[in-house]
C-alpha cells in the first residue's frame, strides 16, 4: 500500500489532483524486476497494470497530488510551474529502506496545467522509459521506468498522436525549483520545512552538524558533481537543464531533448530549442553550478552564512574533476593518477575524436581492439600517447581490454534507433522497442541477433535535434 509523507507538508506545497481515466488502456511495457525491488505486489495481468498505470483505477493507498515548484528555464525565470501533467500516486518502502515516489507523467490536467491538456503523446514515453532504464543499467543515478501504458486516445501536439502514460519511479521529485517557488514568494518557513523534509529524506547526516542547511547543499553540490562527471563520461547531453529539471536528490529526471552522442564535438547540442548553446555538452558542469548557486540563494533565508554556501559551491570543481577524470581514465583502461598530465592525456584523445569526427561510445571500443591487434594508431600522437601510459611497466594488454571492454558499454539508446522504436510503436508495432530494450538490457555485450542496435548511425539517419515532447 502507497503512503505520502509529501502530502503531510502543508497544502500549500501541492495540488490535490485526479488522473483521468484512460478509455483504451493497454500496456506497452512492465519492468516487473522494479517492481519485485520496490515490493509492490501486483497481478501479473495487463489489462489490470494498464487500469493500474493509466489513471484509470489508483492504487491501494494512492493519494494523486500535483508538486507546486518556479524554475529558471534557459535563465529565465517561471515563478510558477509544478507538476502540469503528473500525478504523484505516493511513496513505497524498497527491501533496502529506501523511499520512493511513484508518479504518473501524462496522466491530465492539474491546477499547474496552465491552459494545457496535460497529457502525453507516446513518443515520450517512449523515450524516456528506454533512456531511463538504460542509464540505471549504467549505474548513474536516475528516474526510473515501472510502465509504460497507451491511453487509447489521441493528443494534439504538431500534430495528433497516440497519447500514453509514463510511470517514474523517484528517490523524490524535489527540484532546486521546488526551493524557489517558496523563496520568490518570501515564504521562509515554507523553505525550512521543505529543506527539514529534504534532509530527512536524502541526507539526515546533515542534521548532525552544526549548520544543517550549509551541510544539506553541500551535499547536494557532492552529488550534482559525481552526476555530472558521469553523464560527460558517458557523451550523454541533458539537453534542458533548468533549475525546475535538476533534483535534490542527485538523480538524472526528466529525459526531454536528451541524447547520447554519436560523433564526438564538445559543443554538441540536439535541443530544438537551445538555440544559443547554453546546455551545450561541455557547458553542463557550469550550468549545473549555476543552478546550485540559485539553490543558496533560496537556502539564504534561512541560513544567512553566505560565505559557507559560497565556499560549498566552490568544492563543485574539486569533487567533479577528479570524478571526471576517474571515469575517463577507467574508460581508456588505467587508474587516474589525478594529475594534470591525465587530464591533458583524456582531452587529447577527445579533441583527436573530435577533429577525426569519430563515434564517441566506439572509439573506446576501438582502441581497446586496436591495443590488442597492434594496429596503427588513427588518433595519432594522442593515441601513442595513451599506448604509452597504459602500457608501461609490462601491463598486459588482453586484460586491458577486458577492463576497458567492462566499463565502455557497446550499446546506447542511440537517437535514430529511438526514433525508429517510437514510429513503430505509433503504428502498433512493438518490436523494435521490445528488440531495443533488450539489447540496452545488457549494453556491455553483444546479444545474438541484436548487433545492429550497437552501430552508429549512417549520415542521413543521424538525429540532430531532439524535442520536449511536451
Known amino acids: 500500500m502507497l503512503t505520502n509523507t509529501y502530502k503531510d507538508l502543508p497544502e500549500r506545497f501541492y495540488a490535490t489532483t485526479c488522473p483521468d481515466s484512460a478509455p483504451a488502456p493497454t500496456l506497452l511495457a512492465w519492468n516487473q524486476a522494479l517492481a ?17 498505470f493509466s489513471g484509470k ?11 507546486a515548484y518556479a524554475g529558471h528555464q534557459f535563465g529565465q525565470l517561471s515563478p510558477q510551474l509544478g507538476d502540469g501533467r503528473a500525478a504523484l500516486l505516493g511513496e513505497v518502502v524498497a527491501s533496502d529502506g529506501r ?25 515520450p514515453v517512449i523515450r524516456e522509459y528506454l533512456v531511463s532504464e538504460a542509464m540505471h543499467r549504467f549505474g548513474v543515478p536516475t528516474t526510473r521506468a515501472l510502465a509504460a501504458v497507451s ?28 526551493f524557489e517557488y517558496f523563496a520568490l514568494r518570501g515564504d521562509t518557513d515554507a523553505v525550512k520545512q521543505l529543506a527539514d523534509y529534504a534532509i530527512d529524506r536524502h541526507y539526515p547526516e546533515a542534521r548532525e552538524t552544526e549548520q544543517p542547511y550549509r551541510a544539506f547543499f553541500g551535499a547536494v553540490v557532492d552529488r550534482q558533481a559525481e552526476l555530472i562527471a558521469h553523464w560527460m563520461a558517458l557523451g550523454f547531453i541533458h539537453g534542458v537543464m533548468n533549475t525546475d ?75 567533479f574533476e577528479p570524478a571526471y577524470r576517474r571515469r575517463m581514465a577507467s574508460k581508456l583502461g588505467f587508474e587516474s593518477n ?22 564517441y561510445t566506439l572509439s573506446f571500443r576501438q582502441l581497446a581492439d586496436r591495443l590488442v591487434d597492434d594496429d596503427a594508431p588513427l588518433l595519432g600522437e594522442p593515441e601513442i ?41 505509433m503504428g502498433g508495432d512493438l518490436s523494435v522497442f521490445n528488440e531495443l530494450a533488450a539489447a540496452l ?23 540532430v535535434r531532439t524535442f520536449c515532447g511536451t
Open 99 to 123: 523511499r520512493f515516489d511513484v508518479q504518473l507523467k501524462g496522466s491530465g490536467p492539474t491546477a499547474f496545467s496552465r491552459g494545457g491538456d496535460g497529457k502525453s503523446s507516446l513518443g
Open 338 to 359: 589525478d594529475t594534470e598530465a591525465d587530464a591533458t592525456l583524456i582531452r587529447d584523445l577527445l579533441l583527436a575524436l573530435e577533429q577525426a569526427e569519430l563515434d
Open 36 to 52: 519485485d525491488y520496490l515490493g509492490l505486489d501486483l497481478p501479473a495481468d495487463p489489462e489490470r497494470l494498464a487500469s493500474l
Open 151 to 178: 491511453t487509447g486516445e489521441d493528443v494534439l501536439r504538431h500534430e495528433v498522436e497516440p497519447g500514453g502514460v509514463l510511470t517514474r519511479v523517484a528517490a523524490s521529485h524535489i527540484r532546486v525549483g521546488t
Open 245 to 319: 529539471n535538476t533534483s535534490i536528490s542527485g538523480e538524472t529526471i526528466d529525459y526531454g531533448p536528451c541524447a547520447f552522442m554519436d560523433e564526438f564535438r564538445f559543443n554538441k547540442v540536439f535541443s530544438s530549442i537551445d538555440r544559443g548553446g547554453r546546455y551545450a555538452y561541455n557547458q553542463q558542469p557550469l550550468i549545473v553550478q549555476w543552478n546550485l548557486a540559485r539553490l543558496a540563494e533560496c537556502l539564504l533565508g534561512i541560513d544567512s552564512d553566505q560565505a559557507g554556501f559560497e565556499w560549498e559551491l566552490g568544492r563543485f570543481d574539486s569533487v
Open 441 to 463: 538490457a545488457e549494453p556491455y555485450r553483444l546479444q545474438p541477433g541484436l548487433d545492429a542496435y550497437a552501430s552508429a548511425p549512417e549520415p542521413s539517419e543521424r538525429v
Open 385 to 425: 600517447n595513451w599506448r604509452v601510459r597504459v602500457l608501461a611497466n609490462g601491463a598486459d594488454r588482453y586484460a586491458i581490454r577486458e577492463a576497458m571492454n567492462r566499463i565502455n558499454p557497446i550499446v546506447i539508446p542511440r537517437n535514430h534507433q529511438i526514433e525508429r522504436a517510437i514510429q513503430s510503436a
Open 57 to 67: 483505477e489508483l492504487l491501494p493507498g494512492a493519494h494523486p497530488i500535483a508538486l
